[in-house]
């Protein structure tokens, strides 16, 4: 297991990230989850084992009972808190009031309240904003978060689903006032939909961000479970919630070109869906989730996988994005003006 730097921290975290979505089995989440305690007990155990020190959760993954789980788990398994890297998030509607949710001032300050006590924990290493609130300002949502820094609540800031244009404004309000600033951004990315590579990939290069990638496989797609008419083994994935959206033909086309390595490889296609993000210079760290033992182990084993530099231009030329204006006039004008 190899560790990063998580931006521009001195801390390090694992190349995987053990994400717990499938902890609990109450509200949106039941379709994705239905992990009970001792199941993710060892889960949480193999992945310690493995070398992972880096656990994601979120307040509404099951409502709050992903959460709870987590901490049950890292007590019932007697791990030292200290050595692990707990992160979770807030954002999302929890409870059924006008400020139920957002990324107010009130809202963050119930949230984390109620995080940590679901945790049972006396900090958050890293607490991110789950996603685009557009009634609050954004100089309000860093004010307090900067807050909870300062009061040790929490360790680090990050943020997930946000646009680009939406976290330079956060950057730079930071960076004027001196406050915290994100450290991480956890987003969708996987060699089926790439369009992460567009704006979000030179933001984060440029502010020395750290990118956490959820749904690595596709929402299941790249499980290698499903065949071009969406067939798959009963309860898989896709078949109870379509999503992430994917452009399925082109998702086939790159499929077509993994089993066969696979195979040469001796590997599975999840594996190689996995190793292929590892291999990508703009990621820090791939979350994998998992319900069962056997699914994990396999997640696992993508670290040992390895490309040669023809596989890698090959997995290249069959998932590149399709050329969009500015991106091809950049790349034709920027020539003489390129670092190398």
Same mark, same amino acid.
């Given at each position: 297991?190899?560790?990063?730097?998580?931006g521009k921290t001195g801390l390090r975290v694992?190349?995987?990230?053990?994400?717990? #979505? /499938?902890?609990?089995?109450?509200?949106?989440?039941?379709?994705?989850?239905?992990?009970?305690?001792?199941?993710?007990?060892?889960?949480?155990?193999?992945?310690v084992e493995s070398g992972i020190n880096f656990?994601?959760?979120?307040?509404?993954?099951?409502?709050?009972?992903?959460?709870?789980?987590?901490? &049950?788990?890292?007590? =019932?398994? =007697?791990? $030292?808190?200290?050595?692990?890297?707990?992160?979770?998030?807030?954002?999302?509607?929890?409870?059924?009031?006008?400020?139920?949710?957002?990324?107010?001032?009130?809202?963050?300050?119930?949230?984390?309240?109620?995080?940590?006590?679901?945790?049972?924990?006396?900090?958050?290493?890293?607490?991110?904003?789950?996603?685009?609130?557009?009634?609050?300002?954004?100089?309000?949502?860093?004010?307090?978060?900067?807050?909870?820094?300062?009061?040790?609540?929490?360790?680090?800031?990050?943020?997930? =689903?946000?646009?680009?244009?939406?976290?330079? &404004?956060?950057?730079?309000?930071?960076?004027?006032?001196?406050?915290?600033?994100?450290?991480?951004?956890?987003?969708?990315?996987?060699?089926?939909?790439?369009?992460?590579?567009?704006?979000?990939?030179?933001?984060?290069?440029?502010?020395? #961000?750290?990118?956490?990638?959820?749904?690595?496989?596709?929402?299941?797609?790249?499980?290698?479970?499903?065949?071009?008419?969406?067939?798959?083994?009963?309860?898989?994935?896709?078949? &109870?919630?379509?999503?992430?959206?994917?452009?399925?033909?082109?998702?086939?086309?790159?499929?077509?070109?993994?089993?066969?390595?696979?195979?040469?490889? $001796?590997?599975?296609?999840?594996?190689?869906?996995?190793?292929?993000?590892?291999?990508?210079?703009?990621?820090? /760290?791939?979350?994998?989730?998992?319900? $069962?033992?056997d699914q994990l182990n396999d997640n696992l084993?993508?670290?040992?996988?390895?490309?040669?530099?023809?596989?890698?231009?090959?997995?290249?030329?069959?998932?590149?994005?399709?050329?969009?204006?500015?991106?091809?006039?950049?790349?034709?004008?920027?020539?003489?003006?390129?670092?190398?």
């Open positions: 297991m190899k560790y990063h730097l998580l694992s190349e995987l990230c053990l994400g717990t #979505m /499938t902890f609990g089995s109450k509200g949106m989440f039941a379709a994705l989850g239905g992990v009970e305690q001792n199941i993710a007990d060892s889960l949480v155990a193999r992945s656990i994601d959760t979120a307040n509404v993954y099951s409502e709050g009972i992903s959460e709870e789980m987590t901490g &049950k788990a890292v007590r =019932n398994l =007697n791990l $030292k808190r200290d050595d692990l890297v707990i992160a979770t998030k807030v954002r999302g509607k929890m409870g059924d009031g006008p400020n139920g949710s957002g990324l107010t001032r009130k809202h963050i300050l119930q949230q984390v309240e109620a995080s940590l006590k679901r945790l049972n924990m006396d900090y958050i290493d890293l607490y991110q904003i789950h996603g685009y609130d557009e009634l609050t300002p954004i100089e309000e949502t860093i004010d307090v978060l900067d807050g909870l820094v300062k009061s040790g609540k929490v360790r680090y800031i990050g943020c997930s =689903n946000l646009a680009a244009w939406h976290i330079m &404004k956060a950057s730079s309000y930071s960076h004027y006032t001196h406050k915290a600033r994100f450290e991480s951004l956890q987003a969708y990315y996987t060699i089926a939909g790439r369009d992460l590579e567009r704006e979000l990939a030179p933001v984060l290069r440029d502010q020395q #961000m750290g990118l956490m990638v959820w749904s690595p496989l596709a929402g299941g797609l790249l499980s290698g479970k499903y065949n071009r008419k969406m067939e798959a083994a009963e309860g898989s994935r896709r078949i &109870k919630f379509d999503f992430p959206p994917v452009n399925q033909e082109r998702a086939f086309d790159i499929i077509d070109v993994l089993e066969p390595m696979a195979k040469e490889k $001796k590997v599975s296609v999840a594996q190689l869906a996995l190793a292929w993000l590892l291999h990508q210079k703009v990621v820090t /760290t791939v979350i994998i989730g998992a319900k $069962k033992l084993k993508a670290t040992e996988v390895t490309f040669s530099p023809e596989e890698l231009t090959k997995l290249d030329a069959v998932s590149k994005l399709p050329a969009e204006y500015p991106h091809w006039m950049l790349e034709r004008q920027g020539g003489d003006r390129r670092k190398k």
